[in-house]
């Protein structure tokens, strides 16, 4: 079973960017739709982007034109550009196949922007 690990999240300024990147432990060539979601304090987890395994990709409104999300197939990794981060994209940061699967979610990264 593949395991997922996010990794990239920090403090950073409103404005500021961050990279975040998802490791599979296994292969992730045959998944089709990987993803991104975040879960902000006492709110729903939500996916902010997707990626198809031929590189289709979905955003958000909310992030639509500050994030892009990549993958790479031969590392095994899906990546999240996040550019002009403002106070509201504070949040654990996950990634999960779409739609999610229960047993894949990891221990998330922590985003937190804030002057």
């Known amino acids: 079973q593949v395991q997922l690990v996010e990794s990239g999240g920090g403090l950073v300024k409103p404005g500021g960017s961050l990279r975040l990147s998802c490791t599979a432990s296994?292969?992730?060539?045959?998944?089709?739709?990987m993803g991104w979601f975040r879960q902000a304090p006492g709110k729903q987890r939500e996916l902010v982007a997707s990626i198809t395994r031929t590189g289709r990709t979905n955003y958000a409104d909310s992030v639509k034109g500050r994030f892009t999300i990549s993958r790479d197939n031969t590392k095994n990794t899906v990546y999240l550009q996040m550019n002009s981060l403002k106070p509201e994209d504070t949040a654990v940061y996950y990634c999960?196949?779409?739609?999610?699967?229960?047993?894949?979610w990891g221990q998330g990264t922590q985003v937190t922007v804030s002057s």
């Open positions: 999960n196949t779409v739609p999610w699967n229960p047993p894949y």
């Open positions: 296994g292969s992730i060539f045959s998944i089709n739709g």
